[in-house]
């Protein structure tokens, strides 16, 4: 396995460079990782696959023409919904974890979803503690230290016992006493909420400012609700769709649904507040953009829209966290004496 070099500008500036100018930017970042990765040595990609109004569901097909025109010859592997073709699906997933029957390929899949949600559940934690931490850097460290070693290891067994070595280190961490932090829910476009350089490293931005954050879409909560619980969907998955159903009925792609029904139950919670984030021109995003007024004027629930792209300058954005957790902070204070 080659994975790509973090996510840089470097990425971002190779992607931009070759893909078309109005496409999202996790487009553009994909094939920056592509091309990065390719020149390291890969000649296999793998990419989930997507179907409905979401542009996603075209990222192979125009991504490998890309590949092709630069002079690239690679295998690019997709795959596609369960429901799309239940033998190609089957198919590519013996073809990537080179098994030949199904007891086998359970045994492969099963591992792989345990390490997912391991390695979600510690950042998860890493979100905690950093909001509770007397010394928030400490927690950046042991996360960095994580995340470097993380590509060194190999095997599954060795990066189970990293992140249990994580986990606990974060354990040891001091911890503010009687703190009460705002709580925050990050809504959105799931690539743009799990990857930290496209959100900007929000999640430890808002960590820094002694906000507790909880992503409304993981890994994990993805592969639970489309395919271990295929076709059914999960529990919480399904019970966002409900949420969201006074205020939009059908699907419109990507995770527009989702979206409105996160902001609902974050609401629902107890949550201070959420953020929306969306890549520029995500259809499904911006059509739950303009519900979501409608949303945070019903339930009186404040809701701030963040849209990168690859133009999204750091310090404004910054600005625009500290202003929303001040609003949030004010808004608590109000209630407590009202």
């Not at 029904?261 to 995003?285: F, R, T, W």
Request: with cysteine; hydrophobic share 35%; net charge neutral.
């Amino acid at each position: 396995m080659i994975p790509p070099p973090v996510c840089s500008r470097k990425t971002l500036e190779i992607g931009s460079k070759h893909s078309p100018e109005m496409m999202c930017l996790p487009f553009k970042v994909f094939i920056g990782n592509y091309i990065e990765s390719i020149e390291k040595g890969a000649d296999t990609i793998i990419i989930t696959g997507s179907c409905g109004p979401c542009r996603f569901g075209l990222y192979s097909l125009i991504q490998e023409d890309i590949l092709q025109d630069l002079g690239y010859d690679v295998d690019l592997i997709v795959i596609d919904s369960i429901k799309e073709g239940y033998k190609e699906f089957i198919s590519n997933l013996k073809k990537i974890t080179k098994t030949n029957t199904l007891p086998q390929l359970y045994k492969s899949s099963r591992l792989a979803l345990d390490l997912i949600k391991r390695a979600d559940d510690l950042t998860q934690k890493s979100n905690y503690t950093r909001a509770y931490a007397v010394d928030k850097n400490h927690v950046n460290q042991i996360m960095d230290n994580y995340l470097k070693t993380s590509v060194q290891i190999h095997g599954a067994s060795e990066l189970i016992n990293l992140i249990n070595k994580t986990k606990e280190e974060l354990s040891n961490v001091k911890l503010l006493e009687n703190y009460n932090p705002i709580k925050i829910g990050i809504i959105g476009e799931i690539y743009t909420i799990i990857e930290p350089f496209v959100n900007l490293d929000v999640e430890r931005k808002l960590g820094q400012l002694g906000v507790l954050v909880d992503k409304s879409l993981t890994p994990t909560k993805w592969l639970e609700h489309h395919v271990i619980n295929y076709p059914f969907g999960s529990e919480d998955e399904n019970n966002k769709f409900k949420l969201a159903k006074p205020y939009l009925h059908t699907p419109i792609g990507g995770h527009g649904r989702e979206t409105l029904g996160s902001a609902i139950h974050y609401k629902n919670l107890g949550y201070d507040g959420v953020i929306q984030i969306l890549p520029l021109n995500c259809m499904p995003e911006i059509v739950a953009k303009s519900i979501l007024k409608n949303v945070s004027k019903d339930l009186d629930f404040p809701i701030m829209t963040l849209v990168v792209d690859e133009m999204t300058g750091e310090a404004g954005f910054v600005t625009r966290l500290e202003a929303f957790v001040d609003l949030l902070s004010k808004r608590r204070e109000k209630h407590l004496i009202g």
